[in-house]
């Protein structure tokens, strides 16, 4: 069993900055794959950014060049440094950790990008 807790949502101007973390508990944290979902208002949840157990990352077309995931395994925490945030990113954003078949989430942060 793995706890997810999400920090670091807030509203934030346009071209600003935010650090999401993800600390877990419950679990073995280096084994399990780890990633950074968002649902907008309206919409279906998407995968922003992912990174395995090894520290391969992959992006959504959508962020690449703004996002970066990155892990401590050390903290058993995920973080999502987010910069140059537009409108669009404004969204629920869930931390995710797979080791199939298990499959946990976070309750959520709300990120708001607004002027």
């Known amino acids: 069993q793995v706890q997810l807790v999400e920090s670091g949502g807030g509203l934030v101007q346009p071209g600003g900055s935010l650090r999401l973390s993800c600390a877990a508990s419950g679990s073995i944290f280096s084994i399990y794959n780890l990633g950074w979902y968002r649902q907008a208002l309206g919409k279906q949840r998407e995968l922003v950014a992912a990174?395995?157990?090894?520290?391969?990352?992959n992006y959504a077309d959508s962020v690449k060049g703004r996002f970066t995931i990155s892990r401590d395994n050390a903290r058993n925490t995920v973080y999502l440094q987010m910069n140059s945030l537009k409108p669009e990113d404004t969204a629920v954003y869930y931390c995710?950790?797979?080791?199939?078949?298990?499959?946990?989430w976070g309750q959520g942060t709300q990120v708001t990008v607004s002027s």
């Open positions: 990174i395995t157990s090894g520290g391969n990352t």
């Open positions: 995710n950790a797979k080791r199939f078949p298990l499959d946990y």
